[in-house]
Nanobody, 123 residues
Framework: QLQLVESGGGLVQPGGSLRLSCEASGSTLDYYTIGWFRQAPGKERDWVSCISPSGGSTRYADSVKGRFTISRNDAATTVYLQMNSLKPEDTAVYYC????????????????WGQGTQVTVSS
C-alpha cells in the first residue's frame, strides 16, 4: 500500500523560502503523477503543482507560477516543492497525493490523504 508523508513546512517571513518533501513508502513513485495541494482555513483544497512520472511534464497553478518548483528524485521515492518568494496568501496545510494530468486532479485510490505539513507565511 502506497503511503505518502509530507514534511518541511514551518513559519517563514514574506519573501522567504521553504522546501517541502513528499516521501513515499510501500512503493516507489515510478508510475505515478504526483501533485501538491493546499488547503487554507475555511477554504477548499486546491491544486498547486503536478509532476509526471518521468518528471518531464509539470504544471503549476497561476498563483504560484514562477515562484514554486516541483521536482522528484532519481530514486522515485520523493517529490519536492521548492517555494520561493512566499506570500501570506500561501499560508495553508500542504498535501501531496497521486494525481492525474492534465488537470492535476487528485485521486485517493492509490494512497490515502496524509496529515499534510503546515506552511505559515507571516511577519
Amino acid at each position: 500500500q502506497l503511503q505518502l508523508v509530507e514534511s518541511g513546512g514551518g513559519l517563514v517571513q514574506p519573501g522567504g523560502s521553504l522546501r517541502l518533501s513528499c516521501e513515499a513508502s510501500g512503493s516507489t513513485l515510478d508510475y505515478y503523477t504526483i501533485g501538491w495541494f493546499r488547503q487554507a482555513p475555511g477554504k477548499e483544497r486546491d491544486w498547486v503543482s503536478c509532476i509526471s512520472p518521468s518528471g518531464g511534464s509539470t504544471r503549476y497553478a497561476d498563483s504560484v507560477k514562477g515562484r514554486f518548483t516541483i521536482s522528484r528524485n532519481d530514486a522515485a521515492t520523493t517529490v519536492y516543492l521548492q517555494m520561493n518568494s512566499l506570500k501570506p496568501e500561501d499560508t495553508a496545510v500542504y498535501y501531496c497525493q497521486v494525481a492525474r494530468m492534465p488537470m492535476c486532479t487528485p485521486s485517493n485510490v492509490f494512497a490515502s490523504w496524509g496529515q499534510g505539513t503546515q506552511v505559515t507565511v507571516s511577519s
